[in-house]
């Protein structure tokens, strides 16, 4: 079965500073790795997610993430954050051909000016 | 489309009290999920559904039964309502392709607090 760990529950950083967010996982078969966010008092939205191809995976509002299959690792990173992305963040893993998304515990990026 | 809707937003029960958490989709996705959510433990999967009258359970099913008679409605019960179960429940869908699931989209939450 596979599982998801991130390593790290709590990440203070400053405005305009960078930031990466942990995320390694097990399975014995191929994945899929997504990351969410959760804004405060909402549900889960879609950042990136890996699927096939390029290793490198970017979003839309600058994070960008890295699928490793030697370290097994997704790490999320952005060059420059803003208080706006001051949420929680989650990474999560499916095996291909299955149904089941196991989601790892969080981490809470706190964005300070 | 409204998305992932979830009925009631809020809830206090008794223990041993029954209810049902409503979530509906506009999406006509095959794929539906039951997530709870406690303080670092993440989302934890408690049921799924692949289609219309096929469900499975995920990692923490006891306590909760769910049924799929349409695409657009995946309800989730708790038979005998405990202390344990107050958390932060969440609905999702997605689509399938080749019977992989893809991103899904997620419901604004219900909040339960079991007495």
């Known amino acids: 079965a596979q599982s998801v760990t991130q390593l790290d529950s709590q990440v203070p950083v400053f405005e305009e500073a960078p930031v990466e967010l942990r995320c390694n996982y097990s399975?014995?078969?191929?994945?899929?790795l997504f990351w969410y966010v959760q804004y405060p008092n909402q549900g889960l939205q879609l950042l990136l997610k890996?699927?096939?191809?390029?290793?490198l995976v970017e979003s839309i509002n600058g994070f960008e993430a890295e699928f490793n299959k030697s370290q097994t690792s997704f790490h999320l990173r952005k060059p420059s954050v803003h208080i706006s992305d001051t949420a929680e963040y989650f990474c999560?893993?499916?095996?291909?051909?299955?149904?089941?998304?196991?989601f790892g515990a969080g981490t809470r990026l706190f964005v300070k000016a | 489309n409204a998305g992932v809707t979830q009925t009631p937003k809020f809830q206090v029960l008794k223990t041993g009290q029954s209810m049902t958490l409503q979530c509906a989709q506009d999406m006509n996705h095959e794929y539906m999920s039951w997530y709870r959510q406690d303080p670092g433990m993440g989302l934890r999967l408690i049921h799924y559904?692949?289609?219309?009258?096929?469900?499975d359970q995920g990692e923490v099913p006891n306590g909760y039964n769910v049924s799929r008679s349409t695409t657009e409605d995946f309800p989730l019960r708790l038979l005998s309502a405990a202390p344990s179960q107050t958390s932060v429940y969440f609905c999702?869908?997605?689509?399938?392709?080749?019977?992989?699931?893809?991103?899904?989209?997620f419901g604004p939450g219900t909040r339960l607090l079991v007495l």
């Open positions: 559904s692949v289609g219309a009258g096929i469900t």
């Open positions: 399975s014995s078969v191929s994945v899929y």
């Open positions: 999702a869908s997605s689509a399938t392709t080749s019977g992989e699931q893809e991103t899904q989209y």
């Open positions: 999560a893993v499916s095996e291909t051909g299955g149904f089941k998304t196991i």
């Open positions: 890996y699927l096939s191809g390029s290793t």
